[in-house]
């Protein structure tokens, strides 16, 4: 199983990036995919997700600006990031789980910055 993570990069504030998770190795209509960040000196926290029945769930700090979806027949998932703001600077990362198994990839990064 392999995930892969990418679209982060260099925006300014009130700038957007899609961010985009490949998924190989699993079927994933089975899984919940989750979009997390680990800011600067800080612990890696969640920041958002979809379950099975594409039902989200976004953390405060990003609700309103944020857009979590996937495309089951192509093995994505995406994050949709909006009105970025310097504090959303991170190396953010995807992660599909269910109730067996927990998968990560590795990071892309976003900075955010004037």
């Known amino acids: 199983v392999q995930l892969q993570a990418f679209g982060g990069g260099s925006v300014q504030p009130g700038g957007s990036l899609r961010l985009s998770c490949e998924i190989s190795g699993l079927s994933l209509r089975h899984y919940v995919i989750a979009w997390y960040r680990q800011q600067p000196g800080k612990e890696r926290e969640g920041v958002s997700c979809?379950?099975?029945?594409?039902?989200?769930e976004h953390v405060d700090s990003v609700k309103g600006r944020f857009a979590i979806s996937r495309d089951n027949s192509k093995n994505m998932g995406y994050l949709q990031t909006n009105g970025l703001k310097p504090e959303d600077t991170a190396v953010y990362y995807c992660?599909?789980?269910?109730?067996?198994?927990?998968?990560w990839g590795q990071g892309t990064l976003v900075t955010v910055s004037s």
């Open positions: 979809i379950d099975a029945s594409s039902r989200t």
């Open positions: 992660n599909a789980y269910n109730r067996w198994t927990n998968y």
